[in-house]
């Protein structure tokens, strides 16, 4: 029992936020950029990405993926990010790209284009750039490394991932006031009831991701 405790607490340690900046000082790979995106499973509006490169010592707490943290927290993290941030980007890929491009490549031009702003926000280049998941950005000109579970192991992805939620939050709330019926305040988008049921009364619209099966199955059916 004392044995599976002590793992436990090394598990604990070693999945903290933290992680990854104390990997990359030890390697000699700073400073470093985090990327992250927010909304991919999305029914409707753009896919939308964070890129941040925090300072060492930022003295922000409570920092985590944007899926742990209740809207109010995400809102004040991301105050406390934008103006502690030595630099960050926030790209979108639009509807009609997700639709041509399909979902993964529109969610790496996404990110492709918040690393592109952090960067000339920056002015030089990171020692390296980490982003979430599995599939490397193309045509990066900066070395980068991709890290499963990166928004709960590093503290420039989570933020990242603050950047994107709460930004793309507000686009879809101010959607909400364009499609009135769906929705869009609450759900975000998602494949909810209610999102699913306003869709199969109302429509598809402009901003539904029309090659997403729920909505190009509901697209045949009305045409």
């Not at 060492?56 to 809207?71: F, M, P, T, V, Y």
């Not at 992805?157 to 939050?169: C, F, H, N, P, Q």
């Not at 364009?178 to 869709?199: E, I, N, P, Q, W």
């Amino acid at each position: 029992m004392r044995q599976k405790k002590k793992q436990v607490l090394l598990d604990s340690l070693l999945l903290a936020p933290g992680y990854v900046e104390k990997w990359a000082k030890s390697n000699g790979l700073w400073p470093l950029l985090g990327v992250d995106e927010a909304g991919r499973g999305s029914l409707a509006g753009p896919v939308v990405a964070g890129a941040l490169i925090l300072p060492e010592n930022h003295g922000i707490l409570g920092l985590k993926d944007s899926k742990r943290l209740c809207a109010s927290a995400r809102e004040s993290l991301f105050e406390q990010i934008t103006r502690v941030a030595l630099a960050y980007g926030i790209g979108e890929a639009q509807v009609s790209e997700i639709d041509e491009l399909g979902i993964l490549k529109a969610t790496l031009l996404a990110m492709r284009r918040a690393v592109d702003i952090a960067l000339s926000k920056f002015g030089r280049d990171v020692a390296l750039v980490v982003v979430d998941g599995k599939v490397p950005i193309p045509g990066l000109k900066v070395s980068q490394k991709t890290w499963v579970k990166g928004d709960c192991l590093s503290m420039n992805v989570a933020g990242a991932s603050i950047l994107a939620k709460v930004y793309r939050d507000k686009l879809m709330r101010e959607a909400d006031n364009v499609y009135k019926g769906y929705g869009f305040a609450s759900h975000k988008g998602y494949a909810t009831k209610a999102h699913l049921d306003a869709m199969r009364r109302l429509g598809i619209t402009s901003f539904h991701r029309r090659s997403f099966s729920p909505c190009a199955l509901l697209s045949v059916n009305s045409a």
